[in-house]
């Protein structure tokens, strides 16, 4: 009687685990879809992210009119440098998308020739 007991929890949980994990996947779908609709900031957009280090990346935000490069890691956000228009420009490409890989390239090039003068 014990044994019989225990199949029919044993069958009880497997019909009732994959329903929870289901209703909290479509829970999760749902409220992502949301909260990403309600959050869509107009005033401050992430263009791209370029992770550095597991839990360190260096990112293009705009900010209202202006781009800034910003450092972001597990515990701070730091604002790098900020970026002209000519810059900004310079890395759209002619499908309107942005190549920041190439900025982040003339920028270090920048810096690199800055220090060396010092």
């Excluded at 990346?57 to 515990?75: D, T």
């Excluded at 701070?76 to 499908?95: A, G, P």
């Amino acid at each position: 009687m014990n044994d019989n007991s225990f199949f029919l929890s044993f069958i009880k949980l497997l019909i009732a685990l994959p329903i929870v994990v289901i209703l909290a996947y479509i829970s999760l779908r749902l409220s992502n879809k949301y909260l990403m609709k309600y959050n869509k900031g107009k005033n401050m957009k992430i263009i791209e992210k370029i992770p550095l280090h597991n839990k360190s990346s260096l990112c293009i935000a705009k900010l209202g009119e202006k781009y800034v490069v910003l450092g972001v890691s597990e515990n701070n956000i730091q604002v790098l440098t900020e970026l002209s228009e000519n810059e900004i420009k310079e890395c759209v490409k002619d499908d309107g998308e942005y190549n920041f890989k190439e900025a982040l390239l003339k920028n270090y090039k920048k810096l690199r020739k800055g220090m060396k003068n010092r």
